[in-house]
């Protein structure tokens, strides 16, 4: 080993005020470092725990606690655009095209859920899990918040219902995504949105309070003259999050509860077939870079 290094690892504990000697002795004695404790190996493959005998609940399973951490990664790379102090363009494009990647990741994959299952199965092990719904996935809610101004997550048709300079609660009152949380035939709130609310309701709106000013649309809104390729990013991401991505899952729902167009109730309890739709949500992070295209059928070429 170099002197250089010696040296300095003498350095380092001597200005934490630590005698170098006895951290070197440690050293010594230590055991190497394996994959299974660096990954959490065991923790990981621990976390899986179907309710039924049905074979393909743990494919249901995996598959959704990979889209999970898939999420994390995505919330990770946005968190370090909107929280940085030196975001120049380079950064934005680079965090951009990782977002485009992962959430390309989870279009590609989806097909494990439409055609990884068994038909049957599934519409035997589903009831199992009523009322669970993907719906409710609190770091899909938070991720757009981090992307877009709240106002945004209100459809445009129902935007006109919101009072003048309305307050984070009065948004939250006509998010688009409550528009699934009540029961079709009577009015009543779904249990579904109840316990989601009930979790997650406070640190949503906290969260929102936070980003006022700095999602990720406004980030980028502050990135003088952005160039063609930036926009491009932008769009594309805000197509595949926001439009491909349901459109497969929707495709996927239709595949097991539409089949010969029987439309089943989803554990949700939702209005699914319509609710699902990008047409019908109208969720769209970055409008303003959207008037002179279609937003439905954007074809992109990054
Ligand atoms: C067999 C596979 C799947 C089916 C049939 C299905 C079906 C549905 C349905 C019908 C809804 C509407 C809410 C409800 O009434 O429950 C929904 C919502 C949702 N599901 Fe799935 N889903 C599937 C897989 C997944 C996977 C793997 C994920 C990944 C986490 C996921 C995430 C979501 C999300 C985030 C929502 C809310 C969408 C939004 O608000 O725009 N789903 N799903």
Known sequence: MSDDIIKALKQKYTDLGENPTNYLKGLLHAKPITYWDYVEVDTLLSLQKPRTNYKDETVFIIYHQVTELVLKLMTHEIKQIVFEDDLNEPIFKDKLKRLI?????????????????????YNEFRMTL????????????????YCTPLINLVHQNKQSLLPDSPSIDDIFEHIYWRSAGYNPEDGSKTLTLSLFEDKYLDQLKELATEMQGQTLAERFNNIDNPSEQLIKLMKTFDHAYNVKWPLVHLKTAQHYLDKK????????????????????????????????DSFLEFNEVV
């Open 101 to 121: 990647r992962y959430t390309d990741m989870l279009i590609t994959s989806f097909d494990v859920m439409k055609d990884g299952m068994s038909y049957d199965d």
């Open 261 to 292: 167009g029987e439309n089943k109730q989803a554990t949700g309890g939702s209005e699914w077939k319509k609710y699902l739709h990008p047409k019908h949500q109208g969720r769209q992070f970055f409008p303003e870079l959207w008037k002179d």
């Open 130 to 145: 009523t009322p669970a719904s993907g719906f409710q996935s609190a770091q899909f809610r938070f991720l757009e918040i």
